[in-house]
């Protein structure tokens, strides 16, 4: 059976990007794996180091969608990976997490969002559950060799 995610307050909440689980990557703390997913748009600029430092991941969120910011030539390329990349470290740092991923065994994992039919599912399910597609990748990469 399926298991749908989407709010940071349900039971598996902390597989959304907004949930508060920082960690260290790249020589810098980031509150969130959003925070750290939209600054990257804007690598080495000052919009990064603005965008870590976003009080919420709503903000982080809003920040790195604004479009006068100068987004990376590449990105469309590289955003999956940077994706597999903070979500994986999220899950390193984070024993109590790490055991409620490794937990779902082999069930499908879906970020149920309404509107969102690349990361999400979409309203009708049609979309490409990016973020549950890495989440199961995560999934099977910790399982290999979970950090003590």
Known sequence: MPIYFYSTRSEYGSFSNFSRHGFELDGEYWPTTEHYFQAQKFPQTEHCDQIRQAKTPKDAANMGRDRSRPLRQDWEQVKDDIMR????????????????????????????SPTDYYWGCGKDGSGKNMLGQILMEVRDILRKGTPE
């Open 85 to 112: 990349k903070a979500v994986l470290r999220k899950f390193e740092t984070h024993a109590d997490i790490r055991e409620i991923l490794l937990a779902t065994g082999d069930e499908e994992i879906v970020e149920n």
